[in-house]
């Protein structure tokens, strides 16, 4: 019986020493950023007004590869504007032609990666403009597995498809030995996402996000696609959403219905050299009509110039957003936001 348990303990170190990291590389870096914001609104004066906001990220990387082949490597982002705490967080075991599979405690699955993959200069059109639609893939984004196929040749493109699975959708994710406290509307969720990728240029894309209602609460699902081109300096983009939030579905008397939300966002963007560049984005979206609600509209448009010497970047940004809060007609509230921002990367 002895013999079989050295045997046993033998093997089983040869297969631990089999996968044992080699070495492990590990980085630190960050960047700072200062702000000067200006948002003003007509017909109202509760909404809008000035500020200057510092924000500080710090980001650790780790890596190291395997004897047998495979690599693992760790992400985690550490910002104050997140109350400090981690803002994104993921472990992946990269396994060569096999794909990789990503452990997201806090961001990193294939969906939420493309909740909007339209160019930009500086932040997104909607960072300061209230869009809905740039949600997809944030109720499967943390406390979740994802899997990201290596890249396929297909008639001319290059394919990767994504697949995520998160247990307890719309829930932060848990330390390692602690379960995760639930979102009391929402069960699990997962997510799929394809990528087709040409020489030409040309990038094709779509996801697809459900999330299942926990019992007596409607189910969501969310589905997106895109088209990209990029000819030297030139990059345009345009990406279609439609966020099914259970009210259409015979199921509006359900808890934790949401409205349902449809539209687009397509944009430019233009490097004039090496270190300046300008951008345009446009978001259009569509709030459906549903019982007792009337459909409504909201465009948000915005202009951004950088420039960048060294680690240092210069920003600024103007964002109009047309009826902020879909209201009807004749009640819309107008906004617009101008940032300027300098940040150092160290």
């Known amino acids: 019986m002895n013999n079989f348990k050295k045997i046993g303990l033998t093997a089983l170190a040869g297969s631990l020493a089999a ?17 000067y914001v ?19 990220g710090i980001y650790f990387n780790g890596s190291g590869e395997l004897e047998n082949g495979f690599t693992v490597s760790t992400f985690s982002a550490l910002e104050d504007g997140a109350a400090t705490s981690l803002s994104s967080s993921q472990l992946n075991l990269t396994m060569g032609s096999m794909g990789t599979v990503t452990f997201a405690q806090a961001g990193g699955t294939t969906a939420n990666a493309i909740d909007d993959v339209t160019p930009k200069v500086a932040e997104e059109a909607w960072d300061q403009g209230y869009s809905v639609l740039q949600s997809f893939g944030a109720k499967t984004n943390s406390g979740a597995i994802a899997y990201k196929s290596a890249p396929v040749e297909v008639e001319g493109f290059t394919m990767t498809f994504g697949l995520d699975y998160d247990p307890a959708a719309g829930a932060k994710g848990s330390d ?15 997510a799929m996402v394809v990528k087709l990728t040409s020489p030409l240029g040309i990038t094709l894309g779509a996801g697809r996000e459900i999330v299942n209602g926990q019992p007596d609460n409607a189910d969501l699902e969310n589905l997106t696609a895109y088209a990209l081109y990029s000819m030297g300096p030139v990059s345009v983009g345009y990406q279609g959403y439609y966020l099914d939030g259970g009210s259409n579905d015979g199921q509006s008397l359900k808890a934790g219905t949401l409205s349902d939300y449809s539209g687009a966002a397509y944009s ?4 004039v050299n090496d270190d300046l560049s300008i951008g345009y984005q446009v978001v259009d979206e569509t709030l459906e009509a549903q019982s007792g609600t009337l459909e409504s509209d909201r465009e948000i448009t915005s202009i951004t110039a950088a420039y960048s010497t060294g680690g240092m970047t210069v ?13 009807v007609a004749g009640s819309e509230i107008n906004v617009e936001n101008v940032q300027v921002t300098l940040s150092f990367a160290f």
């Open 176 to 190: 390692h030995d602690a379960v995760a406290t639930k979102d009391t509307k929402y069960g699990s969720g997962n």
């Open 19 to 35: 996968v044992s990291a080699n070495a492990i590389e590990l980085s630190v870096t960050g960047e700072t950023t200062v702000s």
């Open 315 to 327: 920003s600024v940004q103007q964002t109009d957003t047309d009826n902020r809060g879909f209201a």
């Open 38 to 56: 200006n948002n003003t609104a007509d017909k109202t004066s509760a909404i809008g007004g000035q500020g200057i906001g510092t924000s500080t």
């Open 268 to 271: 430019i963007a233009f490097n």
